[in-house]
C-alpha cells in the first residue's frame, strides 16, 4: 500500500454535499451493514504487531479504517487487499516497527490515531501523527499521559496536547498500573498496546467497563490477559508484556453502531419490518438495544450465535409505539455512539426521555451534545440540556426541517436523516460526506430498504 495519503484533503476540505431525507413509506428488507469499525481497527494494528499473516474477512472499507490501514502499511506491515472486506497483513513481529517516511494521518478517526499511538510507544521508532480539522481539535492528552510514563516522548504537540504530534517510542518502555480518568476503550487500548513490549504486567483498571475488543484479540493473538470485575460497573485488566503476537484470522461482524441508523429508521417509520443480519452483540455494545425495547420497541432477536469469538445474531425490527425512559448514566459507555439517533428515537416517543452523563460526547467527532441538540430545535423538537444530561419531549407528530449542521459528524448526519424519513416536513442536512468514514453503503442500503433520500 501507499504510504501516508492526503485523506484529510479528502474530506476536510473538500466541498460539503447537502442531503435531504422525505417522509418515506415503510422500509422493508434484509440487509448487513459493514463490519464494525472498532474490530476492524484492532485487526489491522495486531495484525501489524503480530508475527505471520492475520487474514481479515469483512473489513469495514470506511475511510477511518482505511487510513488505519496505510498506516499499518507505512509503518512497515505488507497489507493487501484480495477482495471486497478481503484483506491480508504480513506483521512486522513485536520490535519490528519501521519509521514511517511520512506523517501518518488518520483523517477523522479518534481510533485509528489513538490506538496507533500506543502501539508506536512501546517500539523504538519515531512518528508524526495528524488529522483533519475534527481531530486536529480532539483531546489527546488522555492517551499521551499514561503513554508518557510509560516511557514515550513527545517530542511536538500542538497547543494543549492535540495534534499534529510526534511521538518518539520507547527502546525499553515499562510496564504500567493505570486507572483511566475517562471511560474510554481508546485510552484503555492504548496502554495495553504499549504494554506488549513491556516486560511485566501492565494493568488498566475502569470505573466503568467500556468496550472489550482489544482484551479479546490480545487473548486471540496468544497473548496472556486477564480480566476481573472492579466495583459495580468497572473491570481491572491485566496484561503480560513481552508476549510474541502470533497472527491469527479475523471475522468481522457487522457493526452495532452502524445497524442502529437503519434499525431506528424502521422503528419510526410506520409498517417497517427490517432484518439486520450478522450484527455483533458484544454486551458492551448493546446498550441501544437494551434502551429502545424499555421504550417498547418490537426487536427480535433471531439465531443468536457465537462467530470468530463474539455472539451475532440477526434482528428484527418492526415499526413501534415508544414511550420515553431514563437512560443511567452507567449504561453510556455500552451506547456512547449511539446517543444522536436514540435522541431521535426520543423525539418520537410519548413523554420525557432523560439521557444522563453525557459528558463524553462533548469530545467525538463533533460535540455530539451541542449538534444533537441544535438539530433538534432546527427539527421543533422539545429538548434541553442540563449539566451532561439530555432531555427530549416526544411526540407523535415531528415537524422536521433543516438544513440540520453536521459539524464533520457522520452520526449526526446520519441520525438526522433517519428523523427526516419519519417527520412530516422531512430534514435536509449541510453535509453527508463524512458518513464514508464509518458506512459508505448508507444511502444506497437505506435506499433500497425504501427510505427517500435526495443527494
Ligand atoms: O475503542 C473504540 O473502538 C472506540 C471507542 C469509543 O471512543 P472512546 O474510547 O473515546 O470512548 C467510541 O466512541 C469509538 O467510536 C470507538
Ligand atoms: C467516536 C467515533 O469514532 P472515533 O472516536 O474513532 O473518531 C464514532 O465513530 O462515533
Known amino acids: 500500500m501507499s504510504t501516508a495519503s492526503p485523506a484529510s484533503a479528502a474530506h476536510g476540505e473538500g466541498a460539503p454535499v447537502p442531503a435531504t431525507a422525505l417522509a418515506s413509506g415503510p422500509l422493508n428488507g434484509r440487509v448487513r451493514v459493514p463490519g464494525d469499525k472498532s474490530v476492524s481497527h484492532r485487526a489491522l494494528i495486531f495484525g501489524l504487531f503480530a508475527d505471520g499473516v492475520t487474514e481479515i474477512t469483512g473489513l469495514l472499507e470506511g475511510e477511518d479504517v482505511l487510513n488505519t490501514a496505510k498506516a499499518c502499511a507505512a509503518l512497515g506491515a505488507r497489507v493487501e487487499r484480495l477482495g471486497e472486506g478481503h484483506w491480508r497483513v504480513a506483521g512486522v513481529g513485536p520490535r519490528g516497527l519501521s519509521a514511517p517516511d511520512a506523517v501518518l494521518d488518520f483523517g477523522n478517526s479518534g481510533t485509528g490515531v489513538r490506538l496507533m499511538m500506543g502501539a508506536v510507544a512501546g517500539q523504538p521508532v519515531r512518528a508524526t501523527f495528524d488529522g483533519d480539522a475534527s481531530l486536529r481539535r480532539r483531546p489527546m492528552r488522555r492517551v499521551l499521559d499514561p503513554l508518557r510514563q510509560m516511557g514515550v516522548e513527545v517530542v511536538a504537540e500542538a497547543e494543549g496536547g492535540r495534534l499534529p504530534l510526534t511521538l518518539k517510542g520507547s527502546v525499553a518502555p515499562t510496564a504500567l498500573t493505570y486507572e483511566t480518568p475517562v471511560p474510554s476503550a481508546q485510552v484503555k487500548s492504548a496502554v495495553l498496546l504499549a504494554g506488549i513490549g513491556a516486560p511485566g504486567s501492565t494493568v488498566v483498571i475502569e470505573r466503568e467497563a467500556t468496550r472489550d475488543h482489544t482484551e479479546r484479540m490480545l487473548a486471540h493473538f496468544g497473548a496472556q490477559v486477564s480480566v476481573e470485575p472492579h466495583g459495580p460497573h468497572g473491570r481491572r485488566v491485566t496484561l503480560e508484556g513481552g508476549a510474541r ?123 455530539r451534545l451541542a449538534a444533537v441538540a441544535d438539530g433538534l430545535g432546527v427539527c421543533g423538537i422539545p429538548h434541553r440540556v442540563k449539566g451532561d444530561d439530555l432531555i427530549v419531549t416526544g411526540s407523535a407528530s415531528v415537524r422536521g426541517g433543516g438544513p440540520v449542521k453536521t459539524h464533520m459528524d457522520h452520526r449526526i448526519a446520519m441520525a438526522f436523516l433517519v428523523l427526516g424519513l419519519a417527520a412530516k416536513e422531512g430534514v435536509s442536512v449541510d453535509d453527508v460526506s463524512f458518513i464514508a468514514t464509518s458506512f459508505p453503503s448508507f444511502l444506497p442500503m437505506m435506499r433500497a430498504l425504501g427510505a427517500e433520500i435526495l443527494a
Do not use: Q
Open 245 to 367: 503476537l502470533k497472527g491469527a484470522p479475523v471475522a468481522v461482524p457487522a457493526d452495532p453502531s452502524s445497524a442502529a441508523f437503519p434499525l431506528v429508521a424502521a422503528l419510526l417509520v410506520p409498517g417497517s419490518d427490517v432484518i439486520l443480519t450478522d450484527v455483533m452483540m458484544n454486551p458492551f455494545r448493546t446498550g441501544l438495544i437494551t434502551t429502545l425495547k424499555e421504550m417498547g420497541a418490537d426487536i427480535a432477536t433471531l439465531a443468536e450465535r457465537s462467530e470468530g469469538g463474539e455472539s451475532v445474531a440477526d434482528l428484527r425490527v418492526r415499526h413501534s409505539r415508544l414511550k420515553g425512559v431514563e437512560v443511567p448514566a452507567h449504561r453510556a459507555p455500552s451506547m456512547i455512539d449511539e446517543y444522536p439517533v436514540l435522541a431521535v428515537a426520543a423525539a418520537f416517543a410519548e413523554g420525557e426521555t432523560v439521557m444522563r452523563g453525557l459528558a463524553e460526547l462533548r469530545v467525538k467527532e463533533s460535540d
